[in-house]
């Protein structure tokens, strides 16, 4: 197998991990606290309800999943760079 065909499929596995993070960052949430499960949307003193999740610790879940699905990407565009370069 040469370098520039495992650079190029490289490059696809980059893509779909970074495509699999971002559905994730869509998707991901976390439930609220125990003492806020079944309460109606809004600000509480133990923290803040959106469609039944933890609104903070979901942005953190999501920035993180999207951190990763950026440096997937990025490695896909980099693989792929190479591969082109070369050939």
Known sequence: ????FAANVLSLVA??????CWVM???VKV???ESLK????????D???????DLLKT???QA??????AFAAAAAVFLQVIYNLAS
Do not use: C, L, Q, T
């Open 1 to 4: 197998m040469d370098w520039r």
């Open 64 to 69: 993180k999943w999207n951190s990763f699905a």
């Open 25 to 27: 960052a869509a998707v």
């Open 59 to 61: 942005a953190r879940a």
């Open 15 to 20: 893509g779909g991990a970074s495509a699999i």
């Open 47 to 53: 923290g803040i309800v959106v469609n039944g999740a």
């Open 31 to 33: 439930a609220p606290p």
């Open 38 to 45: 079944g309460k109606e949307d809004g600000s509480y003193w």
